[in-house]
């Protein structure tokens, strides 16, 4: 009856055997070839000395030597530009996450506080945005944020009370994180969703019978029980914007750029490819431990009395 | 819950469905607008949806969409749906990581990673290499969508079909598979829109003469902003509207990996 | 000879032994119940008779010969050692029921004759009769999340039977029902399997379900067999304490045999003092062991005024060649009250406590003893049952 003694049935049969190391090793070799293999690939590609024309230089020089070098990530840490490029991209894609957390949080406890009925009804209206091209939802904005509309207009006619000069919202770090913050909106009201449902009930009844206000209820008791899922929503939100490029090259203008821009024109303009391989992975090596930072202060930790 | 905190969730809920759909709204009702600018509502007109349908080089990267999209689905669905199975039963330490680091990670990681291991290998970046780099990431949603349907269902079906004197594959057959098929499809229909939507990497992967639609209207939003971009928005929104409704009605929850 | 033979069969999961080289036979025709508390084995023991475990290699004594000291599982003579499920003569009755949710309450019966290859008509034929036998034949074309969980719990049987399979497992199949129902289906699945003739093992950890429904009990404890016999063996002559604690509600009376003469033998009770006993197995002077004796067995009154302040027990006869009955003096410390039977808590003089009931149904209104009066208690010397330590 227990899972351990069904599995138990697999081993003794030898055709599923078979079938099981089909199963598994096919996508498994998939994955292996378009996916781990290209990431390595690029450990190596940091490592190598660039092209004459772009691209890699051969792996073996013409004596026979092995062509490796660390200069790429010399030239990362003695340039003071690109350090400064990932702690403002680090500080957007925190502004981001946080934003993201203040308008998902109260989205997604109306969802769950909402009847049975209406619920799939709203998480269906989440996901449809979600699920939209990510282009449309960036080049939405561009037209809101543009000279002739309310918001910059209305940004302009404040300006001039104080007698300061119309601006443009549009190609300023204020539309990328705009942006930033709407396109990734749903990636963090699912996760908190899916774990806020599972919440008791009966909890915070306890609690109001004990004596606990909204807010205490909010603090002492859903805000520590929801911390998984903010964490998972957090990470969803915080490593893609990261590591973004389209949202700052369409609506950043110069003021605006990030990490992503930069490596999108190492690969494809200066073609600088061993470079662009070292910015990529510090790329992700600084989420991940961002990420897993995150996930330690995340943990559910023990209330003291 | 006192009616006013719950009057304020309610305000904030309302907010944040305006702020969500708000955006895409204007972009739909300014396809129909008669300017050439997204400015002012000037007149209803269809024009720009007729441009469109004459504008070849949209009509080419559709097509090119929607082939990629299929291929990419029926690739990525029967692995995935492998990957699900494999993770359900014994998970391992390897295969995880395998087939979650591709949602994981930034997409442009992977997706420079793919254009240099493409060149590498002498592929010419075309329909081709944006195919297989559309499948590596699908294969994880697929995966997790099948991964989820499988945990949920009875264990002991399977082994009172066997009981009955069903082998192992008619077992998997008249019992497993109708359990699962909805999770399937629903991913089959998650990697189609996945694949229609991709930007980044199929940005690196296209090389310089392959085209899909958003990297079309990535072009057109950088060079001339005409209301066609609206109108194929709008087509795009519609045909993703379709699918994922599809998606949710035959296997509800899944959308939402709760898990 | 026996229909199924259970040779010697072990199974171990990491250092947990589920089954303990057990061996038994089982008749033809039987409802054999396997009866203990949870982890006990006995469902570890259900699934490798289905196929769908196996035996460990070696028995209890494994090291040496290893041929014959492996586990086997014979059936209507046939070694079912390696035989998948699918191909045993068994159906198994799973706890959850295990209908198919995506199929209807036919197509669920139906699916065994239609893995057998039967042809379409004879199927129809059997679904029909089945769901007769089960009283189910209106809700054919019903969804198993439609019906009750009684009417899926019948489905689940009309399922198991309808291809006459030679043996039915039967694993806990009543738990998640509730008590009136679980009363009627018991009366039912008696009377099915009479009807039937099938061959039921039946596992289940409410042992009063076990005496009401089987042929034959065995009772098991941590991989291991206690006791095997007839239900009303067990409960009148447990073979040792955990059989007579499980079964019912039993005092447990530690104490050395002190003389013996004739039918009779003086029991010398710890703490307490001499009692008269039957004579039984194992009774030499000097044995110590315990006596079991059943609550509804020992009669319980107001001690009168003629008893005196004395708490001392009073066999009407000390030593061998006693009276016919041992009496106790006591305190009631507590009572449960049942409706048709009272359970009394009665502390002795030596502090230890002994469980007496007492039927409610004497005619007028019956007089209950309260906490804390002093009381009689009173059994015939053989209402108990010796057990050898």
């Keep these: 009856m227990t899972a351990a003694a069904a599995s138990l049935v697999q081993r003794r049969s030898i055709p599923l055997v078979r079938v099981g190391l089909l199963v598994r090793g096919l996508p498994a070799l998939y994955l292996w070839i378009f996916f781990a293999l290209p990431c390595l690939l690029m450990v190596l590609a940091s490592l190598r000395v660039a092209g004459e024309f772009g691209g890699l230089a051969p792996l073996f020089s013409e004596s026979g030597r092995l062509n490796l070098t660390v200069a790429s990530y010399g030239e990362l840490f003695s340039t003071f530009i690109y350090f400064e490029l990932f702690l403002k991209s680090l500080l957007y894609a925190l502004i981001t996450t946080v934003v993201c957390l203040a308008l998902a949080y109260p989205l997604a406890l109306a969802i769950v506080r909402a009847g049975k009925t209406w619920r799939d009804l709203l998480l269906l209206l989440v996901i449809l945005p979600f699920w939209s091209n990510f282009l449309i939802r960036v080049y939405a904005w561009m037209i809101i944020l543009g000279p002739d509309w309310v918001m910059t207009r209305g940004l302009n006619a404040v300006r001039g009370w104080f007698g300061a000069e119309p601006t443009t919202l549009m190609f300023s770090p204020i539309a990328v994180i705009i942006v930033l913050v709407y396109v990734h909106l749903p990636f963090m009201v699912l996760p908190l969703y899916a774990n806020l449902e599972k919440h008791d009930p009966a909890l915070i009844d306890a609690a109001q019978d004990l004596g606990a206000n909204a807010r205490q209820r909010f603090r002492h008791i859903t805000w520590p029980l929801s911390l998984p899922g903010v964490f998972a929503g957090s990470a969803l939100v915080f490593i893609p914007a990261f590591g973004i490029f389209a949202v700052p090259d369409l609506v950043g203008g110069t003021n605006g750029i990030m990490i992503g821009n930069v490596i999108k024109q190492q690969f494809l303009e200066t073609r600088n490819w061993p470079f662009g391989s070292v910015l990529s992975l510090v790329l992700t090596v600084v989420a991940l431990a961002c990420t897993a930072l995150a996930a330690r202060a995340a943990r559910p930790r023990r209330e003291a009395p | 819950m006192n009616r006013r905190s719950a009057a304020a969730i309610t305000a904030a809920a309302v907010a944040g469905y305006a702020f969500l759909y708000a955006p895409l709204a204007v972009v739909v009702i300014f396809s129909f607008n008669d300017s050439k600018i997204n400015a002012e509502w000037v007149g209803f007109t269809t024009a720009w949806y007729a441009k469109l349908m004459r504008n070849a080089a949209m009509l080419t990267a559709a097509g090119n969409s929607l082939l990629i999209a299929l291929v990419t689905s029926l690739a990525a669905t029967t692995l995935g749906t492998m990957a699900g199975f494999a993770l359900h039963r014994r998970p391992g330490r390897v295969l995880p990581v395998l087939v979650f680091a591709p949602i994981a990670m930034p997409e442009i990681l992977m997706g420079v990673a793919l254009l240099m291991f493409f060149v590498l290998i002498n592929l010419t970046l075309g329909l081709l290499s944006i195919t297989l780099a559309h499948i590596a990431f699908c294969i994880g949603y697929v995966a997790i969508v099948v991964r989820s349907r499988l945990a949920g269902s009875d264990e002991s079906l399977v082994e009172a079909a066997r009981d009955c004197g069903a082998t192992p594959w008619l077992a998997f057959r008249h019992v497993t598979l109708p359990l699962i098929l909805p999770g399937v499809i629903a991913g089959a229909l998650m990697a189609f829109t996945l694949s229609i939507d991709d930007f980044v990497i199929t940005f690196f992967t296209a090389g310089a003469t392959a085209s899909t639609l958003p990297l079309q209207i990535y072009s057109m939003v950088k060079t001339t902003v005409t209301p066609e971009v609206n109108a194929i928005s709008t087509l795009l929104l519609l045909l993703t509207l379709v699918l994922i409704t599809a998606a949710a009605k035959i296997a509800p929850g899944i959308l939402s990996f709760s898990e | 000879m026996a229909l199924l033979e259970i040779q010697n069969v072990t199974r171990r999961f990491g250092t947990m032994t589920a089954v303990d080289g057990v061996s038994l036979s089982i008749e033809a025709g039987e409802f054999f119940t396997l009866l203990g508390p949870s982890g006990c084995g006995k469902t570890s023991l259900l699934r490798m008779i289905a196929g769908f475990d196996a035996p460990d290699n070696g028995g209890a004594n494994s090291g040496t010969n290893r041929d014959t000291s492996r586990g086997r599982i014979v059936l209507d003579g046939q070694d079912l050692t390696g035989v998948p499920p699918e191909r045993r003569p068994v159906r198994t009755v799973f706890q959850s029921y295990a209908l198919f949710p995506h199929m209807t309450v036919a197509a669920n019966v139906a699916f065994p004759l239609k893995m057998a290859h039967t042809s379409a008509d004879a199927i129809a034929g059997k679904v029909k009769e089945a769901l007769a036998d089960v009283q189910l034949t209106s809700l054919a074309m019903r969804f198993p999340h439609e019906l009750s969980g009684g009417q899926r719990q019948r489905v689940a049987i009309a399922r198991a039977l309808v291809t006459h399979p030679t043996m039915m497992l039967l694993d806990e199949p009543l738990a998640a029902l509730d008590a009136k129902l679980r009363e009627q289906l018991q009366i039912e699945l ?98 110590r062991g315990a006596l079991a004796l059943r609550p509804e067995k020992v009669s319980i009154s107001a001690a009168g005024p003629q008893y005196g302040a004395q708490d001392r027990s009073q066999s009407t006869a000390s030593g061998a060649g006693g009276a016919d009955e041992n009496h106790l003096r006591g305190r009631v410390t507590d009572f449960l009250y049942s409706g048709d039977v009272t359970l009394y808590v009665i502390e002795l003089a030596s502090g230890q406590r002994l469980e007496a009931l007492r039927a409610n149904s004497a005619p007028g209104r019956t007089r209950f003893l309260e906490v804390g009066d002093t009381v009689d208690v009173a059994w015939r010397f053989d209402a108990g049952h010796f057990i050898r330590e």
Excluded: W
Excluded at chain 3, 194 to 204: A, D, H, L, M, P
Excluded at chain 3, 212 to 226: F, K, P
Excluded at chain 3, 229 to 251: H, I, M, T, W
């Design chain 3, 190 to 287: 008696i009377n099915l399997q009479k009807e039937v003739g099938i061959t039921f093992i039946y596992v289940t950890h409410d042992q009063s379900e076990a005496l009401a429904l089987s042929h034959r009990i065995a009772v098991m404890n941590q991989g291991r067999i206690e006791q095997l016999d007839e239900p009303s063996k067990l409960y009148s002559f447990p073979a040792n304490r955990f059989v007579a604690d499980f079964l019912g509600q039993c005092n447990i009376l530690d104490g050395t045999v002190a003389a013996r003469d004739g039918n009779r033998c003086t029991f010398e009770l710890t703490r307490i003092g001499p009692i008269t006993v039957a004579v039984e197995d194992g009774m030499a002077v000097g044995a």
